[in-house]
């Protein structure tokens, strides 16, 4: 698989994390002996992967490495063929959460717990307010929460190109207010369960909302 990649990526991976700026596009081609016209055709791809970025003033610039941008990129293709791809990529992240769930709940610490309850108290005020809003923000950042401790940038890269594209299918648009409030109910019993040490109670009710989104009304 390595040989696949191209030289400049190649480049990057043989960096020092704390290497200083890339040098320009010129130097660079003769240093790696690649044509201009590749080379900057192969530092876009790296900036599209969210390896690189590219300014003005700063020049190019090594970023730290996430898996984020590269699913986001290939996902959002897939949806865009075919909206079909959007519910197999969920039913993937179920699994992906399912898997992952207690070692992650597990390290949660008691600031995190706190700030889990205080996203609960934000959404229920959205639902109960006049008028009622969808607590959509407080949606993707309690399920994202709950997996911040795991050591493993590969599935919070996929939990987080997730809820990228939940956003591009209309999934937090308004829907069902009886729905809606289902959905907090369980989250409420999740995290709940999580702060008293209750991980197969939550994880059960985990598996239980996510199971609604197939019964969701049409908003």
Same mark, same amino acid.
């Given at each position: ?125 959205k639902l109960r307010g006049t008028p009622?809003? !969808?607590?959509?923000? =407080?949606?993707?950042?309690? @399920?994202? $929460? ?6 493993? %940038?590969? #599935? ?37 369960? !999580?702060?008293?040490? =209750?991980?197969?109670?939550? @994880?059960? $009710? ?6 609604? %989104?197939? #019964?969701?009304?049409?908003?």
């Amino acid at each position: 698989m390595l040989y696949k990649l191209s030289g400049f990526l190649k480049y990057l991976a043989s960096r020092e994390d704390d290497a200083e700026g890339i040098p320009a596009l010129d130097i660079l081609s003769q240093e790696l002996d690649i044509n201009r016209a590749a080379l900057r055709e192969q530092v876009a791809v790296a900036r599209a992967l969210g390896l690189v970025s590219v300014k003005p003033r700063t020049g190019t610039r090594q970023l730290p490495y996430t898996f984020t941008p590269a699913i986001e990129q290939s996902l959002g293709y897939a949806i865009l063929k075919d909206r079909a791809s959007f519910e197999k990529y969920s039913e993937l992240r179920t699994h992906v959460e399912s898997a992952y769930f207690h070692q992650a709940v597990k390290k949660l610490t008691p600031d995190d717990i706190q700030e889990l309850r205080n996203l609960l108290e934000s959404a229920w005020r959205k639902l109960r307010g006049t008028p009622a809003k !969808i607590p959509h923000e =407080e949606h993707r950042k309690l @399920h994202l $929460l709950m997996y911040k401790r795991l050591d493993n %940038i590969f #599935v919070t890269g996929i939990l987080e190109a997730y809820w990228e594209a939940y956003e591009a299918v209309d999934l937090n648009i308004f829907t069902d207010y009886t729905y809606l409030t289902e959905v907090w109910e369980y989250h409420t019993k999740i995290i709940e369960s !999580i702060a008293r040490g =209750e991980y197969d109670t939550a @994880h059960q $009710l985990l598996l239980e909302h996510t199971e609604l %989104i197939t #019964v969701r009304p049409n908003s």
